[in-house]
């Protein structure tokens, strides 16, 4: 197993059975991102890996990855489970046996995808956010989803391509799923002056846990939302704990 974390002086190929790309493998939440910092730019990053394993000994939240194509995939909510290659054992950071990997023999230059927090213990819980137009539109659909919980918020952008109904994407969020309590949805329109997009959207927002290994997990709101554009609308969520 390994851990790409990449800067400019980072390795940008697998190194291991399983490579965890952490936020992408690019700059980490919470290290400088001008070189002026001087020796913390250059290290904070590369430490992070150190970190995230300390964390993973000293707390029980499961730093938890998803096999992905790519970090942009990942985002846009097309890796959801871990059934290939690891028939539903998703990979974690931690002491445990082939972490968490329970097949044999173990598959070849893996690449898995979580995110984290800027801060110890950096755990994060993935959701599945997904939002369905009634109508397709024209054009690109962006809507920025705000999970929160216990006085903790996280975001996350859904863009729906032109033409199509549906869009969804991965929110991060420190506290478990079914501890998040109220979402908010903001329709992202078009600001140039000559193309001002003035419509209303009508969809449904859904959401579930991440591995989602089929759909008894999925939460929807019970009424459609109605999203003017650039208006922030918010709604409660219940979402039983398991």
Not at 9 to 14: A, K
Not at 31 to 51: E, K, N, Q, W
Not at 117 to 135: A, G, I, N
Request: aromatic content about 10%.
């Amino acid at each position: 197993m390994g851990f790409c974390l990449l800067s400019d002086l980072g390795i940008r190929i697998p190194v291991g059975h399983v490579d965890y790309f952490v936020n992408g493998g690019q700059d980490q939440p919470g290290c400088p991102t001008f070189i002026h910092a001087g020796y913390s730019y250059l290290i904070c990053d590369h430490m992070r890996a150190v970190h995230l394993y300390i964390s993973a000994l000293e707390n029980s939240c499961p730093l938890m990855a998803f096999p992905c194509a790519s970090y942009k995939a990942f985002l846009a909510g097309r890796c959801l489970d871990c059934f290939n290659p690891f028939l539903l054992s998703c990979p974690r950071i931690g002491l445990v046996e082939q972490d968490g990997v329970k097949i044999e023999p173990l598959p070849k230059e893996v690449r898995v995808y979580l995110l984290t927090t800027s801060e110890p213990p950096y755990c994060v819980h993935h959701s599945l956010v997904e939002f369905y137009l009634q109508k397709p539109r024209n054009k690109d659909t962006n809507i920025m989803v705000t999970f929160f919980s216990s006085n903790v918020t996280s975001s996350a952008q859904i863009t729906i391509p032109r033409q199509q109904l549906q869009g969804r994407g991965v929110l991060a969020h420190p506290n478990p799923h079914c501890q998040v309590h109220q979402v908010n949805l903001k329709f992202q329109a078009s600001h140039w002056v000559w193309r001002k997009d003035r419509t209303t959207i009508v969809g449904k927002f859904c959401t579930a846990p991440l591995p989602v290994n089929d759909n008894k997990k999925m939460v929807c709101l019970p009424e459609p939302v109605n999203l003017q554009p650039d208006v922030t609308v918010c709604r409660d969520l219940k979402i039983p704990c398991a």
